[in-house]
């Protein structure tokens, strides 16, 4: 059996674009979808996934961890880089995907077999546009509580939003206290038994990081997200040492070797690797050994598309140190009619069931996928007060 030809399948869904790989074999109907969704930078991923195709044309697709090290350390230039490793990991994916197929076996039972009957999601609230922020009248703290709220209805046991805003490298109290109500209306209004987190979105320096840090640790946290730059680890650790709320993050690092100073410093309590960006499953799981070593939390960042949920989820099942993983249920109203899922969920709690299908246990609807081409991101710009350029 051989790789046949590798295709990229665009699919605009509202703030990104989409990106499906399908990795085909020339064994008869034999294939495997993966994801490289990035956004903003769609036509350089799809570019990246030719260039490293020509790899892996006419290579054994079973070869999984050989073909992986080929897109890794070949062409002279690592694939650390995110368009890279974003590119890497929908490949890699595919081929995860292939062997489950080739095997007929869920992608789990090749890695051990589950270690967890069930998963539980969370969901992600978002936290309005960014020109609400700093509005701290009780009706924008209202608003959070609403949002709150209609997680739970549907069936969440917890949720995250960012509740924190923007801020130059030094403020006062305003954005503290901003983030402040809003919190505490959410708490309020799900109560104790909700896990809530908070994400940063690595926007504020890690002296503003640490002064939310400590302002919300009185709230419970399940667990406060990027506090500032994955660039500073230091300060990441500083802001952990610094509270008992767990920190979480990982989401923009690359590689094993992006998490290795992490762990060795203990700078988080949570592990976030995106395995649609760290280099896929294979290398996703080495990140989960090292994180199951440190016994730090494996919860990975997945606001992409179906085969990013359905890999993850199937990680997930096979992952002693994976605690809960990120959904995305209401992007797109056509969600659904792109993808087969094998997985069940069950509505109350948010908790998923494994699939039994062989592979990732989905199927994308090429036809529906083509219903959707490409179109430009919307282009995120942000400023501070003074016209500087900020984090969005």
């Given amino acids: 059996m051989k790789i046949k030809a590798i295709e990229s399948h665009v699919c605009h869904a ?15 109907g034999l294939y495997g979808w993966g994801e490289a969704t990035l956004e903003w930078h769609t036509r350089a991923v799809v570019s990246a996934i030719e260039d490293i195709s020509q790899l892996l044309i006419g290579q054994d697709p079973t070869r999984i961890e ?3 090290q080929m897109m890794y ?20 994916i595919a081929l995860w995907d292939i062997l489950g197929k080739f095997l007929g076996v869920p992608c789990h039972k090749l890695w051990g077999g589950p270690v967890r009957d069930h998963v539980r999601l969370y969901s992600h609230l978002g936290g ?45 109290m305003r954005p503290i206290r901003y983030a402040e109500k809003c919190v505490a209306a959410m708490r309020d209004a799900v109560g104790d038994d909700i896990d809530i987190m908070v994400d940063c979105h690595a926007r ?29 680890i230091d300060g990441i650790a500083e802001v952990q040492r610094a509270v008992k709320t767990p920190i979480a993050t990982g989401e923009r690092m690359i590689s094993q070797h992006g998490f290795r100073e ?10 976030q690797p995106d395995i649609t960006h760290c280099g896929g499953l294979s290398e996703a799981r080495r990140i989960a ?46 969600r659904q009619d792109v993808v087969s899922e094998g997985f069940t969920v069950e509505p109350r709690g948010r908790i998923v069931r494994p ?19 490409f179109q430009q991101e919307v282009l995120q710009r942000s400023f501070y007060s003074d016209g500087s350029v900020g984090d969005w």
């Fill in 73 to 92: 350390r070949q062409h002279f230039w690592h694939g650390n880089g995110i368009v890279r490793g974003t590119a890497i990991s929908g490949i890699d």
């Fill in 289 to 334: 050994a090292m994180a199951e070593a440190y016994r730090m939390a494996l919860a990975p960042h997945n606001p992409q598309g179906p085969v990013s949920t359905a890999a993850s989820l199937e990680l997930g099942f096979a992952t002693p140190s994976y605690i809960i993983c990120e959904s995305v249920h209401q992007d797109v109203p056509w």
């Fill in 204 to 232: 504020p320096s890690p002296r503003m990081g640490l002064l939310f840090a400590k302002a919300l640790e009185p709230y419970n946290l399940y667990w406060f997200e990027e506090p500032c730059w994955p660039e500073s």
């Fill in 262 to 271: 992490l762990l060795e410093k203990r700078a988080a309590s949570v592990l």
């Fill in 355 to 373: 699939s039994q299908r062989p592979g990732l246990g989905i199927e994308i609807n090429e036809a529906i996928v083509r219903e959707h081409p």
């Fill in 14 to 28: 509202r703030m990104r674009n989409w990106i499906f790989v399908k990795v085909i074999t020339d064994q008869d």
């Fill in 128 to 172: 309005g546009k960014m020109e609400d922020f700093y509005q701290t009248s009780p009706a924008d703290a209202a608003r959070f509580a609403d949002l709150a709220r209609r997680a739970v209805e549907d069936g969440f046991t917890a949720f995250k939003t960012m509740a924190v805003p923007e801020t130059m490298p030094l403020e006062g």
């Fill in 66 to 68: 050989h073909l992986w």
